[in-house]
């Protein structure tokens, strides 16, 4: 045994920052900012990055008891080095690594 497990992850704090717009009755929208701080390059194979940045965009349509939301989101993941036990033994490389995410929800009131 090592001592440790692959789910001893370490505290972190993301920040979010965002505006909201309503245009009309009907359209609004969303536009949002993600960071969060790199730290030690040595990483959890569950957690595997090592910092973040991102932007978010959403466009809001509400009608009677109708509201359809979309988004849109880019991520940066910050480089790191995953590691599995072995005390400050990187089993991997992760270098310039991002992620998108796209999304749409329909909703209706009653």
């Not at 595997?48 to 940066?76: E, F, H, M, W």
């Not at 995953?82 to 999304?103: F, K, L, M, N, Q």
Request: proline fraction near 4%; charged fraction near 20%.
């Amino acid at each position: 045994m090592t001592g440790s497990g692959l789910v001893d992850l370490d505290d972190t704090t993301t920040f979010t920052i965002g505006v909201g717009r309503t245009f009309t009755k009907t359209w609004s929208g969303v536009a949002s900012f993600t960071y969060e701080k790199s730290g030690n390059d040595l990483v959890s194979p569950l957690a595997p990055a090592n910092g973040r940045k991102g932007v978010s965009l959403a466009a809001i349509y509400t009608q009677d008891r109708i509201r359809i939301t979309t988004g849109i989101n880019y991520t940066k993941l910050g480089d790191s080095r995953p590691e599995t036990g072995t005390p400050d033994t990187a089993r991997a490389e992760i270098e310039g690594s991002h992620a998108w995410g796209v999304g749409i929800r329909v909703g209706y009131s009653f």
